[in-house]
RNA sequence: CGGGGCGUAGCGCAGGUGGUAGCGCGUGUGGUUCGGGACCAUAAGGUCGCAGGUUCGAGUCCUGUCGCCCCGACCA
């Protein structure tokens, strides 16, 4: 491809609209525009990466054994009805009506209509085991886009659904989609990490979630510093630590603590430690209420309280649920006489002597509280993992990182065939659910997640793998005839090589064609300049700052060295 | 959905106390340049997000509305 011919509007300044690299890169880059908010027109040099992906995801799939369909966008309610999600969705999901009045949505996930499609189709255990996947366009009406492409409201994801007729053959699916996994994001230049995840709502029995670590990402990750354990955070246990008592139990005293609300306030005005202080946090749990409690220098984990209460949506309660709770206005919850349908206790705050808790009653706290003594409820795990707390698996020192979900397998099991009655025959003729796995990779985000971690103050830096187009030859003069006919032989013999390059034949500077080349950050530089007189040009690796000048005639296996040693096939045009 | 911020030329921005819109980059043309985003000259390009209102007069003040960004809540 020519230059002069590309569509590729590269902005020499950062759009205001975008802040994390990824974002604003991918746009300075010319690979996508936005269009509305969390949607995206991609151009051709972001549309050409993410078809390598999709084609390095599609290679590995088919690696093990998974077959490509394409299911529809647009999908009728029906589906959706029978296994109770068009009400769980709600306002996640875009929906429609046809000329007719009847109900569709653009499909935020398709569960259902892979179900569907088996239960039709698929009858006797041998037809299994069976996986299939498509890569299709998404819709979720996020409440907030964000990050450009990290989390935007129409993308681009390989979703896959395995089919087997026993839990040991869902075991074999899972492993066959993990070890795909891992080749697709290793090709993709990534590090990244498979944590163990909470299964949540879907139920099942596994889920491992493949984290790109980035301080932009959404999710929290646990790993241990010595063994392999690695975890999101809303997974990572903790346990009960039993403390012996050391101090005396005190007398449970009502102290007045006007205007001091927060636990920085609260330490402050008591002149102690968080730790000292058990905070209780009123939430709403469906249609209950419930009170959580747990160290006042740690953090509620909503996804085990969800877990533990087995409820659909669990959210902090409003100002007037507070107050009838409590009695009292935000600030000053407390475990002794609230009023709330359970009240659940952290392990920790169990062995917290003489804390200090909310009296609930407007502007006092209760001095000398004890567990047991004072006040009882749930005890259990209720807290997020922190940093201090030891490794669930060994017991070392864990760390936490934030990181960008790019992948997720998970074992499904019968929830949904089960929900749609997919079911099959097995060998001794008894009908049986079909067990299933599902397994998703966001691709638009995965190519922002190889932004995160492969760019520099220039632009982008793509892995060879990935890369828009592999080369790029620059002639530095075009009015110097010699070089820009050296240019053009060496563009037109690595085409013919089946190596994607690029010529940049437009009469620019040398400082823009550099600068743009070290943008849109195509691996590989070949600069045809002054010693071309010499049979000189150079060769330039976008990830080294190295400038190897070389014979023009050794160029081609300089080139082919890269591929060699990057592990990259050049296909054949 | 709560909190904050921003909508002025393709992009980045400036436009005290109201007086009919400007700068840099980019773009067209002519010329000089040519190894890391050149220079000179010249030109084009704006419903000031939209709708009301106040006023002789609104980019500027008021009300409403839409859009976008950030934080939070939420996330099969």
Not at 219 to 248: G, L, R, W
Not at 413 to 442: H, L, N, R
């Amino acid at each position: 491809m020519r230059l002069s011919n590309l569509f590729m509007p590269t902005l020499r300044e950062v759009p205001a609209e975008a802040e994390i690299p990824s974002h604003q890169l991918m746009l300075r880059a010319a690979l996508m525009r936005k269009l509305a908010s969390g949607i995206y027109n991609y151009l051709p040099l972001g549309l050409r990466v993410l078809r390598k992906i999709e084609e390095i995801v599609r290679e590995e799939m088919n690696r093990e054994g998974a077959q490509e369909i394409l299911c529809s966008a647009l999908l009728p309610s029906e589906l959706w009805k029978e296994s109770g999600r068009w009400e769980v969705f709600g306002p996640e999901m875009f929906k429609l009506l046809d000329r007719n009045g009847r109900e569709f949505c653009l499909g935020p996930t398709h569960e259902e209509i892979f179900t569907d499609i088996i239960r039709n189709e698929v009858k006797s255990y041998k037809d299994m085991p069976l996986n299939l996947y498509q890569i299709q366009t998404k819709y979720r009406d996020e409440r907030r886009p964000r990050f450009g492409v990290m989390r935007c409201r129409e993308f681009t994801m390989k979703d896959a659904y395995s089919f087997d007729t026993s839990w040991e053959g869902l075991d074999e699916s899972f492993n066959k989609m993990y070890r795909a996994y891992c080749r697709i994001f290793d090709r993709c230049g990534l590090d990244y990490k498979a944590v163990e995840a909470d299964t949540g709502a879907m139920g099942g029995t596994g889920s491992m979630e493949f984290m790109v670590k980035s301080d932009i990402g959404e999710a929290e990750v646990v790993y241990c510093s010595s063994c392999d354990y690695a975890a999101n955070i809303e997974k990572a246990p903790t346990f009960e630590v039993k403390v012996e008592a050391k101090e005396e139990l005190k007398e449970l005293q009502k102290v007045e603590t006007p205007n001091v609300r927060t636990i920085e306030e609260l330490v402050s005005f008591f002149n102690t430690t968080p730790q000292k202080f058990a905070k209780t946090l009123i939430y709403k749990a469906d249609d209950k209420v419930v009170a959580v409690m747990v160290r006042g220098d740690r953090d509620v984990n909503e996804t085990k309280v969800i877990n533990y209460l087995k409820c659909i949506n669990l959210e902090l309660a409003d100002a007037e649920t507070v107050r009838k709770a409590t009695g009292a206005d935000i600030g000053f919850a407390g475990p002794i006489g609230i009023k709330v349908d359970e009240l659940l206790i952290d392990y920790e705050v169990k062995y917290i002597e003489n804390m200090i808790i909310g009296a609930n009653e407007t502007a006092y706290h209760m001095i000398n509280a004890n567990y047991g003594r004072d006040f009882e409820g749930t005890v259990g795990d209720f807290r997020n993992i922190a940093i201090g707390d030891k490794c669930p698996k060994c017991g070392a020192e864990i760390k936490i990182n934030r990181g960008i979900e790019v992948g997720h397998i998970f074992k499904l099991g019968t929830k949904y065939s089960q929900a749609m009655g997919a079911t099959f025959v097995d060998d001794k003729g008894e009908e049986k659910p079909i067990i299933m796995g599902c397994y998703g990779i966001g691709i638009n985000r995965t190519m922002a997640a190889v932004i995160e971690q492969n760019h520099d103050e220039k632009g982008i830096i793509w892995p060879l793998s990935i890369a828009p187009f592999h080369v790029i030859v620059v002639p530095v003069v075009m009015k110097d005839e010699l070089q820009v006919k050296v240019a053009e032989e060496i563009y037109n013999k690595l085409n013919e090589m089946g190596v994607e390059t690029l010529i940049d034949d437009r009469d620019e500077r040398a400082g823009v064609k550099f600068n743009d080349a070290d943008l849109i950050g195509i691996p590989i530089r070949i600069t045809v300049g002054k010693k071309i007189k010499d049979g000189i040009v150079e060769f330039k690796l976008r990830n080294s700052s190295e400038v190897k000048e070389i014979k023009v005639e050794e160029v081609y296996d300089e080139v082919l060295k890269v591929f060699k040693e990057r592990n990259v096939k050049i296909k054949s045009c």
